[in-house]
């Protein structure tokens, strides 16, 4: 069941499972507009896995580009590349990469929000 928690002026800070304490709550059904909008504004998705970013690399069709691009780099970004456990967003090596690849910056918010979904 979700909840809506909201300040003292009213607005609403977050939707909970459960009633948080010291906070007003109220409960809202599923089907209710206002939860529906509010559940479908995703947070920009900041990281992501090695495995969902090479995932996503693969079905965009990109990842043999990236590596081409990877093998020209330095030592560093290529021990990145094949041994990071996490991909960060805003990282330089991302910036640099996502720019060699011709990528604006709301396809880069595109492509972590869709990596993350895998």
Do not use: N
């Amino acid at each position: 069941m979700p909840y809506v928690s909201r300040s003292t002026d009213s607005k609403i800070d977050g939707l909970f499972e459960q009633p948080q304490p010291g906070t007003a709550e109220e409960f809202l059904l599923d089907d209710d507009p206002a939860v529906i909008a509010f559940m479908t504004v995703s947070p920009k998705v900041s990281s992501v896995s090695a495995r969902q970013f090479r995932l996503m690399l693969r079905r965009s069709g990109l990842l043999d580009a990236v590596k081409a691009w990877v093998a020209q780099q330095d030592g560093e970004t290529q021990d990145a590349f094949e041994y990071s456990g996490t991909f960060v967003k805003d990282s330089p090596m991302m910036a640099a990469g996502f720019a060699a690849m011709g990528f604006a910056s709301q396809q880069i918010d595109q492509f972590f929000a869709a990596a993350a979904s895998l």
